[in-house]
């Protein structure tokens, strides 16, 4: 799985959200500056989550964004397919939809299960986990493996 610049940053934008009052509006160049996002890129990020569900936009002199429900509702999931769609697709394809004949029968069988366990990860991680540091013991094991932090 490839995480995008878009994902990477839609999700700290959301983090800086989830350390604000939940009635406070954020102006987007805030976020940028909190995070070091380029504002003109997280204007669309920004877009793309507000159509997602994920923050809702005010207008106004006191205008700027907040997330749209608390941020232990939010998931890591949910911001970064408002901005991305699906988690994992094989050539734009979500895995179930994909078929393989012969030597490559067992391909979709490795491709779900790779789509569940970044679902194990990604859709139990919520903004209030991330930004109080205090992640599912699950994805600490994960993390604290020796074999996750060295590149093959």
């Known amino acids: 799985m490839r ?7 839609a999700v700290r934008a959301c983090a ?24 003109s890129f997280l204007e669309r990020i920004l877009g793309d989550l507000r159509r997602g569900g994920v923050v809702t936009s005010v207008r106004g ?9 608390p941020a232990a509702e939010i ?11 699906p988690l994992v ?19 979709l069988e490795v491709w779900v299960a ?13 903004l209030a986990d991330l930004v109080a540091g205090d992640l599912p013991e699950a994805v600490h094991a994960l993390a604290a493996r020796e074999d996750a932090w060295h590149n093959p």
């Open 16 to 39: 800086e959200l989830a350390t604000r009052p939940a009635e406070e509006s954020v102006p987007t160049d805030a976020l940028a500056a909190g995070q070091d996002i380029p504002t």
């Open 3 to 9: 995480v995008s610049a878009k994902a990477d940053y």
């Open 114 to 126: 790779l789509r569940a366990s970044v679902r194990d990860v990604l859709d139990v991680v919520t």
């Open 75 to 85: 998931t890591l999931a949910d911001v970064i397919r408002a901005v991305d769609g």
């Open 89 to 107: 697709t094989v050539r734009d394809v979500r895995p179930p939809e994909l078929a393989y004949e012969g030597s490559a029968r067992s391909l």
């Open 61 to 69: 002199r006191a205008g700027g964004y907040r997330l749209a429900r």
